[in-house]
């Protein structure tokens, strides 16, 4: 992140631009949407600016810039539309202590100006770093479109309140209430009986809030899915949004972590197969105790919590200490990882069946039904598979399975890492080693990319047409 985004109370304080044509203009038009006090100064400056000066909305000065002219100013827009007049200008300002940004000159600006959203009190800025202007302005629109220009009537109403508020205490119950004003109570006030009913109903929410018992604590168990944000499911969404506490393993990627609450507690719960782990028994304490002190826990598990996720134990302590819990399914990695390849998991006259294992188990290698697995037409997708491919590649064998039977390794299925290793039984160990795989991968019996299997089928037909 180049720019750090902030918003800059420019109330009362001084904000200068140079120049007096089409690109002064579109600055101005949001200059003076601020409480800043603005002057300009232009040696030809369009009507519209001279007349915004005789409203008494700025201060203009016609003649160019001048050594002190800068002087005590927050901001400084050169906009001369003429590279060596912003270039001298923009010297000037630095020298006397103000911000600069030059107008379609990103390397020379110390500050950019973002997309903004304006409901006033409430403001949206999209910014790109420069790079991608008209894509802003789309986001821009899609933002327009959702928020209802009311918003900002429901935001400077619940602004004059917040002092009254404060008698609730920090933390969900407050946050709950300010859910419920902006998502129910407030639009429906000022539906019912415009701008004047919003504040008793702000009252009587208040009301009730004071004498509501607090709620107690929580736990859902959430399927992060497969780490691309896109496939998260709108309820685990929710569930991040309102989360006091996110208890996580190590394979939820950073960027589904970004769409927690910001004040929300984060915890990295991971564990690795043979490597460091947080004992199941510690992660089991974690969440009840957090619970236990009233918080929405989220314990964030990739894929879906339901598959080799230690989600019984779980249960099992929340609900010995009695506290309420629900399960979001996420999207497993099996699901992402086969769609990668262009394939099902079942297909008529292949398997009727497909089965999900573990590479590994508490005790070491998991053993499995290896005589069904060998059979010809066989489908699995193996978890945790990496380590434990000569040991899966072996039994297999030694049970009767093809060594040309397929095999394909995905790894970091849905993101933009993603790799596809494909290979045969024969070769399973060596392949899956020399591919070097870092990320959590996902490992296939029976099944080869769909591209690879349509090769495959025009050399064969090229063969026995010779």
Not at 221 to 247: H, M, N, Q
Not at 324 to 350: E, F, H, M
Not at 434 to 453: H, N, S, W
């Amino acid at each position: 992140m180049k720019h750090y985004p902030v918003f800059l109370n420019v109330e009362g304080r001084r904000i200068v631009l140079s120049g007096g044509g089409d690109a002064a203009l579109a600055k101005l038009r949001l200059l003076l949407k601020t409480e800043a006090r603005i002057t300009v100064f232009a040696n030809d400056p369009t009507p519209e600016i001279a007349r915004w000066h005789e409203e008494g909305r700025l201060t203009l000065v016609v003649r160019p810039v001048e050594p002190g002219d800068a002087l005590c100013t927050a901001l400084f827009y050169a906009a001369n539309e003429d590279d060596a007049e912003d270039a001298r200008v923009a010297a000037i300002a630095r020298a006397e202590g103000a911000l600069v940004n030059i107008v379609d000159n990103l390397e020379d600006s110390q500050f950019i100006t973002p997309a903004i959203v304006d409901r006033d009190p409430v403001t949206v800025a999209i910014g790109t770093e420069g790079a991608a202007p008209v894509l802003a302005r789309s986001i821009k629109r899609g933002l327009e479109d959702n928020l209802s220009p009311l918003l900002g009537t429901l935001a400077r109403i619940g602004k004059a309140f917040r002092p009254e508020v404060e008698a609730l205490p920090h933390g969900r119950k407050r946050r709950e209430f300010w859910a419920e004003y902006y998502g129910r109570a407030g639009p429906a006030a000022l539906a019912e009986g415009g701008e004047n009913a919003v504040p008793a109903a702000l009252r009587a929410l208040l009301d009730r809030y004071l004498v509501a018992e607090a709620k107690a604590g929580r736990v859902d168990f959430v399927g992060a899915g497969p780490g691309d944000p896109e496939l998260l499911t709108l309820k685990a969404r929710r569930a991040l949004d309102e989360a006091d506490v996110v208890i996580h393993d190590r394979l939820v990627t950073p960027e589904l972590l970004e769409l927690a609450r910001r004040e929300a507690l984060i915890i990295d719960a991971g564990k690795e197969g043979f490597g460091p782990s947080t004992p199941q028994a510690e992660i089991d304490a974690m969440i009840v105790d957090h619970a236990l002190r009233g918080a929405h826990v989220v314990r964030l598990k990739a894929g879906d919590p339901t598959v080799f996720g230690r989600l019984d134990e779980e249960i099992e302590a929340v609900d010995a200490a009695g506290l309420d819990w629900g399960i979001v399914p996420g999207i497993t990695a099996a699901s992402a990882a086969v769609a990668a390849i262009g394939q099902s998991l079942t297909k008529r006259n292949r398997n009727s069946e497909v089965r999900f294992l573990t590479g590994h188990d508490m005790k070491g290698f998991a053993e499995q039904e290896w005589r069904a697995l060998a059979r010809p037409g066989a489908v699995a997708a193996i978890y945790m598979g990496k380590k434990s491919a000569r040991f899966i590649q072996g039994r297999l064998l030694m049970h009767g399975a093809d060594p040309a039977t397929p095999i394909t390794a995905i790894e970091n299925a849905s993101r933009p890492t993603q790799r596809i290793v494909s290979t045969r039984l024969s070769e399973m160990s060596e392949a899956l080693s020399d591919a070097g795989l870092t990320g959590p991968a996902l490992t296939f019996l029976g099944l080869a990319p769909r591209a690879a299997l349509a090769a495959a089928d025009e050399i064969e037909q090229k063969e026995l047409a010779l």
